[in-house]
């Protein structure tokens, strides 16, 4: 098979989807390590956006270029003789691409845009020091989703059902980002927290554990996996 | 076949992604409209993000809810026998999913969180008047959009390659909202304007044609399939 190249940035929450549906596809791949915000950042002639994910790899000897994790998901899924990060149920698979569309949207919104920015953007693009007040209200913002989040894992063995999905993969994007910024008070969302244990048990999850953010060290048990 | 309930909010983006998608795969349905700000609103105890679209249907005998545009066209996708509104390319499958993508994040973040908020959800919610500064700034985003969307519009058949797919409906869905207000200046993107009267031609595009807003009437070409 020939060789797929992932261009990612390790904490965007979209390139550590891709990582973690590749690694769990077994899809070989070489990952480059991209800064979509430097002038010359190859990612910028590949995708409109100028934004990580994007995976070029063949398909039946023709090159094939994938922009954004939703191509790159789809594309993984697509290739499966049967279905791998879907449900083969009806209502699983809604279920799934309900919650995949809520972080994509919602928490991307009311979470990312907010925390993320304050903690992740700012020290990269020298903005200046946090915001007491965006600080505040993302955290707000991310306790009101993580207490959506808890009855689900409490009450499935995966968050769109029975088995693992393209959800848990997307949720656990999103919430490792967080987690490495120490910002998930674990203790409060027990389920959750068995459910985000099990995950980063799996191989595809090991070489996030490994990512390193300049000039930050992980939360303490960012990488434990007995946490 | 057992009848299938769309609750949908007609000038919602997502909610006619899935009347565009449900009618091009002649999927006999129900429409109930919802006001999703209204205390009674049905869609409430149904979805968790309290919004439409919801469709409610029966598979192999069990009742099914799909919230959100994404499992409903995700669900009427995976029901085909051959591949309906995605492509059976690799590259145009990727292709639709990259721009559906870019649609339901940046468009609506930079576009209809702008333009809509101010002509759509300020009247319905008593908001008070538009202000002349995020008109400006909405409608300077959208002419980016637009841009963007032209030579693609020029080089293919259809958004995302050389047959319809869900990217088409879901640009549809955002344009035809922001084209009853009037906010399209056609003449500027001529081979936009070509893809959408395909578009508008279309039979599943007939009942979006007759959708009110309260107390406004639609731009005087909206309802024309020869504008």
Request: net charge neutral; glycine share 6%.
């Amino acid at each position: 098979m020939s060789a797929a190249v992932l261009y990612h940035f390790p904490f965007d929450p979209g390139s550590r989807s891709a990582r973690l549906a590749l690694g769990e596809a077994k899809i070989a791949h070489e990952e480059i390590v991209v800064r979509p915000w430097e002038p010359d950042c190859p990612v910028a002639g590949l995708n409109p956006s100028g934004m990580p994910p994007v995976l070029q790899t063949t398909e039946a000897g023709k090159p094939l270029t994938l922009c954004e994790a939703p191509a790159i998901l789809g594309w993984i899924e697509d290739k499966q003789k049967t279905p791998l990060l879907l449900s083969t149920d009806h209502a699983e698979r809604g279920e799934a691409r309900r919650l995949t569309a809520w972080f994509d949207r919602r928490f991307t919104d009311e979470v990312n845009a907010v925390l993320l920015h304050e903690r992740l953007e700012k020290p990269l693009l020298r903005l200046g020091p946090p915001e007491a007040k965006a600080l505040r209200d993302g955290r707000a913002a991310l306790k009101d989703h993580l207490a959506m989040l808890e009855p689900l894992a409490a009450s499935r063995e995966w968050l769109a059902g029975r088995r693992l999905s393209q959800a848990d993969l997307v949720a656990a994007a999103h919430v490792s980002v967080l987690d490495y910024f120490g910002e998930i008070s674990w203790r409060s969302y027990p389920s959750l927290k068995l459910w985000y244990m099990k995950l980063k048990s799996r191989p595809c999850f090991r070489p996030l554990l490994a990512d390193k953010f300049q000039g930050l060290a992980a939360a303490p048990h960012y990488a434990d996996l007995d946490f």
